[in-house]
């Protein structure tokens, strides 16, 4: 028999990385039912329409140390252990509506022979500025210094298959479209470092 009657939990929704988490007590007997495991839980508030259908297959629960939790996993055995007795210890639910992060490799043109090397951004730690487009991230490559200024009129944007990408696209739907999704196909950025130092001499010279 349950002994316990409401539970805490907070959203975390990808997409809002850069905002607080909404949390929410929700009561564990609804319209003469119980729920007992947390899949009874996902149900009610997907019937509630608190979150929207199309995240169904999106959303899981963690602890509130961010350790996977089974679906199945009993709600009186959580709130005895003390999870989801308060906001404090609330249970989080984790709809992961678009992609964490983005890869991409810096490919210099003159340097054919020289290893490529890949970069992940999280789009989480990037909370100095957002992240929509592509202009976005070339602005947080230089703004992190990861690569010199002087290379700023020099760079380009390639995909996966050496389609030209805009500054103006949006990551989104890059990531939508499976580029950037992995290690193993990131997006190209495109320096041609061998035109910026002959503009640096040119400028020395005169």
């Known amino acids: 028999m349950m002994t316990h009657n409401e539970l805490w939990l907070t959203y975390h929704q990808t997409s ?7 949390a929410q007590l929700v009561e564990l007997e609804f319209q003469n039912e119980k729920l007992t495991d ?4 996902l149900e009610h ?8 259908a199309q995240h169904r297959s999106l959303s899981y629960w963690e602890s509130p140390s961010g350790q996977r939790l089974n679906p199945g996993h009993a709600l009186e055995e959580l709130l005895t252990e003390g999870v989801g007795k308060c906001p404090q210890s609330a249970l989080r639910l984790v709809i992961a509506d678009c992609p964490p992060h983005l ?4 490919v210099y043109t003159h340097k054919s022979g020289a290893p490529t090397v890949t970069q992940r951004v999280k789009f989480c730690h990037a909370q100095e500025a957002k992240l929509e487009i592509i202009a976005h991230l070339t602005n947080h490559i230089f703004r992190n210094g990861y690569l010199p200024a002087r290379y700023r009129t020099v760079v380009t944007w390639e995909g996966t298959c050496g389609r ?3 500054e103006h696209e949006k990551l989104d739907a890059l990531l939508t479209a499976g580029e950037g999704l992995s ?3 990131p997006l190209r950025l495109i320096i041609d ?7 640096t001499c040119h400028a020395a010279c005169h």
Not at 38 to 41: A, C, K, R
Not at 193 to 199: D, L, N, P, S, Y
């Open 16 to 22: 809002r990385c850069n905002k607080p988490a909404t």
């Open 183 to 185: 290690e193993t196909s």
């Open 164 to 166: 030209k990408i805009e």
């Open 38 to 41: 947390l899949e009874d839980v």
């Open 45 to 52: 508030l997907f019937c509630q329409g608190f979150v929207e």
């Open 103 to 106: 890869w991409f490799s810096y």
């Open 193 to 199: 470092a061998a035109c910026a130092h002959k503009q």
